[in-house]
């Protein structure tokens, strides 16, 4: 029996108000006081453009749920006056997993580092076999903090039964008093991990659907690479965490992808948010464990952008050697197969001045937000460092 054979009880939106999504506010240079005084995120009513025959609750009549809701003018958990005009990048997040050697107090302690320190939004890693629980550390982000955002970045719907899901999601939406967001993707490290493979895009779809009927003041942002993906994250999620080289070139059409989605579906753009996963680093060896996850990954793409071309046999090597259990961690041995210079096509390495222009050319591409990633010990001096030396100078 499936989730759609199922009518569990559903989470209503009072149960799980949204959470900052794209709000409006500005990363100060120095210590984010721009984000102190960001707005309470508006709170939703109970029909968000459905068509005539869907219910307030968002199902058809019966309690069964369509494939999938299209053409959602205000997704959810987007407050639209913080969108309209279209501005620069200046919202800044950080994607983070729990290491095994973590102990929960000190994770708390560093989340609430994160918002001390103007981050607007964390995305906590879910990969069982290499990190400690997502959802417990949500939980414990969440009693320790009173205004930064807290995503999965990203689950999937095969290792949890999506009923768990929803009940997981909707508790960090309760007890964190509407930051949750679920980002949501295909499956990667968890799922090869234990033998299994990524969803097919319809199955994502049909996820989505579903999170929809239960909790759907919850955000889904859907984690894109490829194309069906990017479109799908354009016709049904409210935003997109695009991942894969940074090369303006390879981000561009991505963005295009996403938009051609949001075009299919007759939404607006401005109310849709796509935001990027940008390592930056001075150093390759930095960012070596996450430019072998990326190679990995560019290994299943049908083809390479030309920028990566020259690079296709360490790509494949990078995925032959692959240890799921060492998943983004900067100890992993497989990360010795990226050389230097793959490290710096796919990731933002150099001086600060260097990665600043690098950073202005994925800007360009029609992004609305970044996500750094943020790995091994002394992870909030990084991001202040990150913040003074680099960011500062992008805000416009």
């Known amino acids: 029996m499936g989730p759609r054979d199922r009518d569990p009880a559903r989470i209503s939106g009072a149960q799980a108000r949204p959470g900052a999504c794209r709000e409006a506010g500005h990363l100060a240079a120095r210590g984010g006081e721009g984000h102190q005084g960001e707005p309470e995120p508006h ?49 800044f997040d950080v994607s983070v997993g729990i290491s095994p050697r973590q102990s929960f107090d000190s994770w708390a ?11 607007r939004r964390l995305w906590a890693i879910d990969s069982q076999l290499a990190m400690k629980d997502v959802y417990t550390g949500l939980v414990v982000a969440a009693l320790n903090t009173t205004r930064i955002g807290l995503g999965t970045g990203v689950t999937n719907a095969v290792t949890r039964h999506p009923t768990v899901t929803a009940n997981a999601i909707a508790a960090v939406a309760e007890i964190s008093h509407g930051r949750a967001i679920l980002g949501l993707g295909a499956g990667d490290s968890a799922l090869y991990g234990i033998g299994l493979k990524p969803q097919k895009v319809v199955e994502v779809e049909e996820a989505i659907g579903f999170f929809r009927s239960r909790v759907d003041a919850v955000p889904i942002y859907l984690a894109v690479s490829q194309e069906r993906m990017c479109q799908l994250a354009g016709r049904q999620a409210d935003g997109a965490i695009v991942m894969g080289p940074a090369q303006p070139d390879m981000v561009r059409r991505q963005v295009e992808w996403v938009e051609g989605g ?65 998943h983004l961690s900067t100890h992993a041995t497989h990360s010795g197969a990226v050389s230097d210079e793959l490290v710096r096509t796919l990731a933002i390495v150099g001086t600060p001045s260097e990665c600043v222009e690098r950073l202005r050319g994925l800007q360009a591409t029609g992004l609305d937000s970044m996500i750094f990633p943020l790995a091994g010990r002394g992870r909030l001096e990084r991001w202040r460092k990150l913040r003074d030396e680099i960011l500062a100078q992008i805000i416009v």
Do not use: C, M
């Open 262 to 326: 949001l075009k299919a579906a007759g939404r607006d753009r401005r109310t849709f948010e796509i935001e990027f996963i940008a390592p930056v680093a001075a150093s390759p060896d930095d960012v070596r464990s996450w430019a072998s996850t990326q190679a990995r990954l560019l290994a299943h793409h049908r083809e390479l952008p030309e920028s990566l071309v020259p690079f296709r046999d360490e790509i494949k090597a990078s995925e032959e050697s692959y240890d799921y259990a060492e």
């Open 43 to 91: 709170r939703r009513s109970g029909n968000r453009g459905r068509g005539p025959s869907e219910s307030a609750a968002g199902t058809r009549p019966g309690g069964r749920q369509p494939r999938a809701q299209r053409g959602r003018t205000a997704p959810q958990g987007i407050h639209v006056a913080a969108l309209a005009p279209r501005k620069p990048v200046t919202a």
């Open 109 to 119: 302690e560093f989340v609430k580092g994160l918002e001390a320190e103007g981050v």
